[in-house]
C-alpha cells in the first residue's frame, strides 16, 4: 500500500533551520511530482512547495521562497524540504503529499491535486 512517512520536525527558535524528510513506499515514486503542505492551528491546510517527477521544476508559496528548498532523491523514494531562516508563522504540521500528475505545474497549489497524504510532522518556531 501506498505510504508516506514524515520527519525531521521539531523546535527552533527564529532564524534556524529544519529539514523534513518523506520517506515513501508502495507506489512508483519516480514518475510523481511530490509537494509538501502546512496546517496552522485554526487554519486550513497551505500550499508550501511543489517538484516535479525528475526534480527538474519546482513551485514555492511566496511566503517561503528564497527560505525554503524542496528536493527529491528518486533512489531513495524520499522528498526533502530544507527550511532555512524559519520565522514564528512558519509554525504548523507539516504534509507530504503525492501528486496526480507527474509535473510540478500538473500537480499544482491545491490539496485536491493530490492523492496520498502523510500523517504530518510538528514544526515549532519560538521566538
Known amino acids: 500500500q501506498v505510504q508516506l512517512v514524515e520527519s525531521g520536525g521539531g523546535l527552533v527558535q527564529a532564524g534556524g533551520s529544519l529539514r523534513l524528510s518523506c520517506a515513501t513506499s508502495?507506489?512508483?515514486?519516480?514518475?510523481?511530482?511530490m509537494g509538501w503542505f502546512r496546517q496552522a492551528p485554526g487554519k486550513e491546510r497551505e500550499f508550501v512547495a511543489v517538484?516535479?517527477?525528475?526534480?527538474?521544476?519546482?513551485d514555492y508559496a511566496d511566503s517561503v521562497k528564497g527560505r525554503f528548498t524542496i528536493s527529491r532523491d528518486n533512489a531513495k523514494n524520499t522528498v526533502y524540504l530544507q527550511m532555512n531562516s524559519l520565522k514564528p508563522e512558519d509554525t504548523g504540521v507539516y504534509y507530504c503529499?503525492?501528486?496526480?500528475?507527474?509535473?510540478?505545474?500538473?500537480?499544482?497549489?491545491?490539496?485536491?491535486?493530490?492523492?496520498?497524504w502523510g500523517q504530518g510532522t510538528q514544526v515549532t518556531v519560538s521566538s
Open positions: 503529499a503525492r501528486g496526480r500528475s507527474a509535473t510540478a505545474d500538473g500537480a499544482g497549489r491545491s490539496s485536491g491535486n493530490y492523492d496520498y
Open positions: 508502495g507506489f512508483n515514486f519516480g514518475i510523481y511530482a
Open positions: 517538484i516535479a517527477w525528475n526534480g527538474g521544476s519546482t
